[in-house]
Nanobody
């Protein structure tokens, strides 16, 4: 089973920036990589995704503020978060998806945006 480990979470003030990282145990070539988040009392939300060629998609809530990237040779991905808002506070999960048929998840990393 593929293992994913997230890092980079923590506390930051409103308007600040934070960078999350995701490391896979094996090759990620051919897999879509992305990030979900879940705030207390809310449903899981897809934040961003990126395919092997680097084509990225973002939710309306983070468009223009977040940037997703990946390094296929290193087997890593990242989520750069800028102009953070209180509503960005959530548990963030990295995932790998193979053609919608197979998916692996990290354990999650907490992001807290405070005033």
């Amino acid at each position: 089973q593929v293992q994913l480990v997230e890092s980079g979470g923590g506390s930051v003030q409103v308007g600040g920036s934070m960078r999350l990282s995701c490391e896979a145990s094996g090759s990620i070539f051919g897999w879509t990589m992305g990030w979900y988040r879940q705030a207390p009392g809310e449903q899981r939300e897809l934040v961003a995704s990126i395919d092997t060629r680097g084509s990225a998609r973002y939710s309306d809530a983070v468009k223009g503020r977040f940037a997703i990237s990946r390094d296929n040779r290193e087997g890593t991905g990242s989520l750069q978060m800028n102009s953070l808002r209180a509503e960005d506070t959530a548990l963030y999960y990295c995932y790998l998806d193979w053609r919608g048929a197979e998916k692996y998840w990290g354990q999650g990393t907490q992001v807290t945006v405070s005033s």
